[in-house]
T-cell receptor, first 112, second 111 residues
């Protein structure tokens, strides 16, 4: 069945450094790849997404890259801040977000 | 983005009982989903709530345990039936149009 693998499971960085989280997916029909940030006790919040017709997307300190041939995509956070500390989930789905499959999550710690 | 509310926000229930969780959206949406998030884990799709027809369940989830209603395009309910401590989890309603958004979740503890 469809599967999304996410690495690393835990990531600790110093404030100001960059953080990179990587995901691979199995379903070649997937064409929508969102990233969610979940703070403790809160709902997942969409932070950035990318569709299969583009290879890279950037929003301020956050960027996502997609390699459809290799079926992997990555989240890059630059100039990390303590408030970036949270669990990040990658996901993959078809058109309209149908049947989104989530990665296992990455717990990011940003040390001040 | 869609505004999603869920009731109750949390509950403590005795084993063997059932709990119905409500999800309300502020606009009509085609796709509504129910997810479960166990402590420290990722999100697992329980089912897709289809308006006017039976829900579509994922592997490992059955209608007798998790009956779902979707009477219109803005509302859905998920019932957790005959609960056991293993059902303790956060249950999240989600809607999807161009992008997918989540409700605040219902935190369930079964004793």
């Amino acid at each position: 069945g469809e599967n999304v693998e996410q690495h690393p499971s835990t990531l600790s960085v110093q404030e100001g450094d960059s953080a990179v989280i990587k995901c691979t997916y199995s379903d070649s029909a997937s064409n929508y790849f969102p990233w969610y940030k979940q703070e403790l006790g809160k709902r997942p919040q969409l932070i950035i997404d990318i569709r299969s017709n583009v290879g890279e997307k950037k929003d301020q300190r956050i960027a996502v890259t997609l390699n459809k041939t290799a079926k992997h995509f990555s989240l890059h956070i630059t100039e990390t801040q303590p408030e970036d500390s949270a669990v990040y989930f990658c996901a993959a789905s078809g058109v309209g977000g149908f049947k989104t499959i989530f990665g296992a999550g990455t717990r990011l710690f940003v040390k001040a | 983005s869609a505004v999603i509310s869920q009731k109750p926000s949390r509950d403590i229930c005795q084993r063997g009982t059932s709990l119905t969780i409500q999800c309300q959206v502020d606009s009509q949406v085609t796709m509504m989903f129910w997810y479960r998030q166990q402590p420290g884990q990722s999100l697992t799709l329980i089912a897709t709530a289809n308006q006017g027809s039976e829900a579509t369940y994922e592997s490992g989830f059955v209608i007798d345990k998790f009956p779902i209603s979707r009477p219109n395009l803005t509302f859905s309910t998920l019932t957790v039936s005959n609960m056991s401590p293993e059902d303790s989890s956060i249950y999240l309603c989600s809607v999807s149009e161009e992008t997918q958004y989540f409700g605040p979740g219902t935190r369930l503890l079964v004793l």
